[in-house]
Nanobody, 120 residues
């Protein structure tokens, strides 16, 4: 079982910045992919960005150019630098990891979520 320590959420004004961090521990396997999903109020959970062990990134169009994902492999920690925040970025942000994919089955785990609110 994977344990998570998420931090960095909060309330920020439009145009502001926040940095989320997520440290994962307890996996018996290497953590292949680390990333962030978000769930806005009343909407489905969606991918924000993820990054592989090798540094390959996948970033949602809605945040491209504003959000940057990075990773510290040695500490199994993933960061999300969020700049130029907009009210539509308001959501609960969830840390997500994949420890392996076997026969099409993803072995994945979720953090508890951290609230990000963008408002005046």
């Amino acid at each position: 079982q994977v344990q998570f320590v998420e931090s960095g959420g909060g309330l920020v004004q439009p145009g502001g910045s926040l940095r989320l961090s997520c440290a994962a521990s307890g996996s018996s396997f290497s953590i292949y992919v680390m990333g962030w999903y978000r769930q806005p109020p009343g909407k489905k959970r969606e991918l924000v960005a993820d990054i592989t062990t090798g540094g390959s990134r996948n970033v949602a169009d809605a945040v491209q150019g504003r959000f940057t994902i990075s990773r510290d492999n040695g500490n199994n920690t993933v960061y999300l630098q969020m700049n130029s925040l907009k009210p539509e970025d308001t959501a609960v942000y969830y840390c997500h990891v994949i420890t392996g994919i076997t026969n099409g089955v993803r072995y994945e785990y979720w953090g508890q979520g951290t609230q990000v609110t963008v408002s005046r």
